[in-house]
């Protein structure tokens, strides 16, 4: 079964930050983030491997939460080249949510 | 380095014709992933290889699609015959075998079946 993830699409201003969510029925014990630009291939953004771990990678962030089975996207003062849709994926071979749409405008 | 090469970047073709898409994955990997996107669906998993042996190919969608991975920088996925539903850009991965590892994908290609 496919993680679920919340919001469906976000717009956002530059600078503003955003929280994109991603939760599963079945039990986590790794999680993918990629973002995919139109026209493009997902790119690679962070695993999560352990309950509770967090990981950065320039202003984008990321949370863990084995327990409650969902893990969380920080993006903080957005840039505009951070549009795109952005997917978590979970197991090995990944099984993808529907994906979270972010634009952010000038 | 080079990344994960699929060909055609684009396909057009009419119902009934078999369709072979081909994909290169980064030397050293030894995960494969066949995807497919539709707006209706998503990015969905299609099959999955790992040192050329198929592992899991319940999402192959039926019969009419098929995969192969006949050596370690090769693979295929053939549909025949193809419908219109299958229209949709159909994306390989590669990584290497292990949970901690990123999946890298190819640009793609979109297929259009009239």
């Known amino acids: 079964q496919q993680p679920v993830q919340s919001p469906q699409a976000v717009i956002l201003r530059e600078g503003e930050d955003a929280v994109i969510n991603c939760s599963s029925s079945k039990a986590l014990y790794s999680v993918h983030w990629y973002r995919q630009k139109h026209g493009e291939a997902p790119v690679f953004l962070m695993i999560l491997l352990k309950g509770g771990e967090q990981k950065g990678h320039d202003k984008i962030s990321a949370s863990f939460n084995e327990k409650k089975q969902q893990s969380s996207l920080y993006l903080t003062a957005s840039q505009l080249s951070y549009s795109g849709t952005y997917f978590c994926?979970?197991?090995?071979?990944?099984?993808f949510g529907k994906g979270t749409s972010l634009l952010v405008t000038p | 380095d080079a990344g994960v090469i699929q060909s055609p970047r684009h396909e057009v073709t009419e119902m009934g014709q078999e369709v072979t898409l081909r994909c290169k994955p980064i030397s050293g990997h030894n995960s494969l992933f066949w995807y497919r996107q539709t707006m209706m669906r998503g990015l969905e998993l299609l099959i999955y290889f790992n040192n050329n042996v198929p592992i899991d190919d319940s999402g192959m969608p039926e019969d009419r699609f098929s995969a192969k991975m006949p050596n370690a920088s090769f693979s295929t996925l053939k549909i025949q015959p193809s419908e219109p539903r299958d229209s949709a850009v159909y994306f390989c991965?590669?990584?290497?075998?292990?949970?901690?590892?990123?999946?890298?994908f190819g640009d793609g290609t979109r297929l259009s079946i009239l």
């Open positions: 991965a590669s990584s290497l075998v292990a949970v901690n590892q990123p999946q890298h």
């Open positions: 994926g979970s197991g090995y071979a990944l099984n």
